[in-house]
């Protein structure tokens, strides 16, 4: 009885005991293989990274650039001029005939003349150019005349006496009477202009001078032509 129950009892244990749970396994996937070999793969993607070809193989500025002139150098434009013999230059004290020389020419090696001084002369005391400014400044009379005037060349000559002497500089018509004893040239150089237009006489002896400054109170009128 005793043996009956005990292998009663043990005869079910495997069916009372769960079944063992199976470990799942991980299972590798293979990427799909291309067509191509691996060689041909890995060189397509370093071309993909290339930038493209600017301009293209075939295209029609690639064709132009291919069919431009060869660049010559400066030698080749222009070669240098033949080194001349030792017979052909040009020798001391000789004049030069020939045209081709390098050598400067006698008129550039000459010094340029210089330029022509007016002569000056001692002028009484009393007399300087500054004070010729105080007397300008001092409200005397210097014109002579009232208002200013329209004066013809005929009427201008009447004036060319020592104490009345009327001279017309870039058409202004001055008094210089007053200005004759100042004048740092003398009163003979003055009088030269006295009664007719001196313009072309000052630019050529002193043009640097500022006559509008110089001779403005001694304004008296306008130069105009001979009334028709």
């Known amino acids: 009885m005793t043996s009956y129950l005990r292998s009663w009892l ?3 244990t495997s069916a009372v005991e769960p079944a063992p749970t199976p470990v799942p ?5 293979s990427p799909p293989v291309s067509d191509s070999e691996d060689g041909d793969a890995t060189e397509t993607e370093q071309d993909d990274d290339l930038p493209p070809a600017f301009p293209s193989l075939n295209s029609a500025q690639r064709v132009q650039s291919s069919r431009l ?8 434009l222009m070669p240098p001029p033949p080194i001349p013999s030792l017979s052909s230059l040009r020798q001391p004290g ?3 005939t020939r045209g081709n020389s390098l050598v400067v020419p006698p008129s550039t090696t000459k010094p340029p ?8 002369v001692a002028l009484a005391p009393g007399h300087s150019p500054l004070d010729w400014a105080a007397l ?3 409200g005397a009379d210097l014109r002579g005349v009232d208002t200013l005037l329209r004066i013809p060349p005929s009427v ?11 001279s017309a500089f870039n058409g202004k018509v001055y008094n210089m009477t007053a200005y004759l004893p100042f004048h740092p040239g003398g009163e003979k150089e003055l009088m030269r202009v006295a009664g007719r237009d001196g313009t072309q006489l000052f630019a050529s002896t002193h043009g640097w001078v500022n006559v509008d400054f110089m001779l403005d109170s001694c304004l008296v009128g306008f130069l105009v032509p001979e009334p028709s």
């Open 10 to 12: 043990y005869s079910g």
């Open 25 to 29: 396994t991980i299972q590798e996937i």
């Open 69 to 76: 002139p060869r660049i010559l150098t400066d030698s080749q």
């Open 94 to 96: 000789v004049p030069n």
């Open 113 to 120: 003349p210089k330029p022509k001084k007016g002569k000056k």
């Open 136 to 138: 300008k400044s001092s």
């Open 156 to 166: 201008l000559k009447q004036h060319n006496k020592r104490d009345d002497a009327w």
